[in-house]
C-alpha cells in the first residue's frame, strides 16, 4: 500500500459554465475567471484556504470533446458516460493529489482498478493579478465496473502555480475548505476495497449507515439510502446498484454568517444536526452542507 492521498479537488459536471458561475456566486463563494482544457472542457474554479477545491465542469467546444473520446481520453470519455446516464449537473469524480502520478498508474493496473490510460495536458490559467502562467497536469485514474457514474483519479502537478490565492481562497459564506465528501451506494460495504486502494489509505472505518474512509485532509463517506436520509433529508439517488456522489460538507468558521448570506441571497435551506443543507440545484450538481469547524 503507497501512502495515503490527499484530496485535491471535486469534480461537478455542469450544464453551463456561466449559470453554475451565477449559482455558486449566490451561496457566497469566490468563483475564479473561466479555463479551456485543450480537449473541450472547461472549468470555473472555487479555491479553498486548506488547499482542496471545487471543478464545475462544462462543455467549451463538443467537437474537440468528442474527439478527445474518440481518441481514448479517459478524463472526456467518463465525463460524457456519466452526463448520458445523470444528466448535465452532478458530483462525477473525487481527486487525490499525488506527487506520482506514474507510480499510482502502476499501483492502480497491479490493484486492477485502473480506469484506463494516463492523461498529461497543459493550459495557460490566468492569476488573479491579471499575469498567464501555464498549469500542467498528469492525471492516473481509478475506476470499478460497478460504479458507472464516478471514478477517482490522482493528479500532479508538474509546474506547481505561485500559491498566492487568497483573493480566491476566500469566501462571504465564511467558507474555509472541505470537511467531507458524500458518495452513495445501496451496499457501501462493496466499495471500501475499490476506495481504499485508490487513495492509499489503510483502513476503512464501518458506521451505522455505511463507511467512512480519513484521507489527510478531508473524510469521505459511503452512506445506505437510510444513511443519506438521517443525515441529510437525501433520497437517494436512484435504484441503481453503483456509486454515486452525491454531497460535500464545507467548513465554516460561523453558522450564523453562512446562514445570513443564504437568506439574503433567497436561497432555500434547511438546518439538522448542526447543519446547514443547501440541495444540489442547477449550476450545483450535489448537496452543500455547511457546518462550523470544530
Known sequence: MSEAHPLDHVVLPVANIDLARERLGKLGFTVAADARHPFGTENACIFFADKTYLEPLGIASADAYDASVKKGNVFTARDRAF??????????????GTADADRDHARFNAD???????????????????????AAFRLAFAADLRAPD??????????????????????????????????AAPDPKAFATFLRFASGVASVREEAFGISLATPNVRISILSADGLNAYFDLVAPSADRGL???????KVADLAVTEAHLAANGITYTRKNNRILVKAASGQGALFAFEEKR
Do not use: W
Open 244 to 250: 454515486r456522489g452525491v454531497g460535500i460538507v464545507y
Open 150 to 183: 464516478f471514478f477517482l483519479f490522482t493528479c500532479q502537478r508538474i509546474n506547481p502555480l505561485p500559491m498566492d490565492r487568497k483573493a480566491l481562497e476566500t469566501h462571504v459564506n465564511g467558507v474555509t475548505g472541505i470537511a467531507e465528501i458524500v458518495l
Open 83 to 96: 452526463r448520458f446516464r445523470c444528466g448535465d449537473d452532478g458530483l462525477s469524480a473525487v481527486v487525490f
Open 112 to 134: 486492477r482498478i485502473s480506469g484506463g490510460e494516463m492523461l498529461q495536458f497543459a493550459r495557460p490559467m490566468k492569476m488573479p493579478d491579471g499575469s498567464e502562467t501555464t
